[in-house]
């Protein structure tokens, strides 16, 4: 680290008066480490991160750090998506990969091959796609098996890569870079009701183009739930121009209309939730056993809306979370309904036991 004198000279002060603190000036990657292991700070809450650019998997928290000249960074050019760990197996994690390949093709990261999951209009990449479909499904399989996390999620991240500060990747990013990490969490069933508000005009909903990739331009969705958050409530929902509703922040919204009718909003101008998707392809054993008369993927206007018998987010971490009163109007009886906990009965027994898990190969040093 430069001296005192050398970092004074540099212009430690302001005018005659004003003094400022002297930064420090690290010149090596070993000074910088030092700091960063010794640096106290609140409990890590990732347990494993993998980086492309180190090109494995890291463990020690305080090395768990994205370049700042990752396009991702500084330009918001990075797609992401996510999977649940549950009982030491990931739930559903090749319909998130198929979904994450596709958000890479649309925001020009990568080109899908044949052996991945095709988009209409994908652009040629830059370089040859570093990561198959099959190489990142393997990335993430033993980065959750190295955390020894066995309940939790994964999160992760392609970028248009480091290189430069330009606006676009062309010229100085040679190469996407892939980052994902693991969340250790205690997650259960939602089974309490939660309060929902329409998300303000100030903070209008994201055009379809973006909606529908899941990109890392989550600022109206911040802003979204932030205001929500203030307003007491636990989300927000999108309504769009001709009064029909949307989404949330974060998830889906799923409605149960006087006549027994599981409804969701279709996707063609929001994202398509894979959890949303799971529980249409469930809820049709609910029409069985005739506790719904039917499963639809509908518009629905929020006048509607606010007369169903019940209402809940759908999402990844939830899977269900019943909403009980949407901008102060009660939705059916103002409780947690019983077809909504049906619903997520059914998902979290797929969670547990269905087909779409795919348990991780812990070994004995890595179990918790």
Known sequence: M???????????????????????????????????????????????????????????????????????????HGVFDTAMILDGALYELDQHLDRFLRSAAAARILQLTDDDDTAAGATPPRSPPPFTRDTLRRILVQMTAASGCRKGSIRYWMSAGPGDFLLSPRAGCPAPA?????????????????????????VPMKPSHMATVKNVNYLPNVLAIM???DRGAFASVWVDGDGFVAEGPMVNVAFVTPARELVLPPFHNILSGCTARRLLALAPRLVDAGVLAAVSNRPITAEEAKRSLEMAFVGSGLPVLPIVEWDGHAIGDAKVGPIMLALSDLLWEDMKSGPHRIPVPYTT????
Do not use: N
């Open 2 to 76: 430069a001296s005192y004198d050398e970092q004074a000279a540099a212009g430690g002060a302001h005018g005659d008066d004003e003094v400022v603190a002297v930064v420090p000036v690290y010149r090596s990657a070993a000074e910088v480490l030092q700091k960063l292991q010794e640096e106290e700070r609140p409990p890590y809450p990732a347990s494993a991160m993998y980086s492309s650019v180190v090109g494995g998997i890291i463990l020690d928290p305080a090395m768990m750090q994205l370049p700042i000249d990752d396009h991702m960074v500084h330009r918001g």
């Open 178 to 202: 892939f980052y994902a990490v693991v969340i250790p969490a205690d997650y259960e069933q939602c089974r309490e009701g939660v309060r929902a508000i329409t998300a303000p005009a100030s």
């Open 227 to 229: 205001d929500a958050e």
């Open 365 to 368: 040093t890595t179990q918790q």
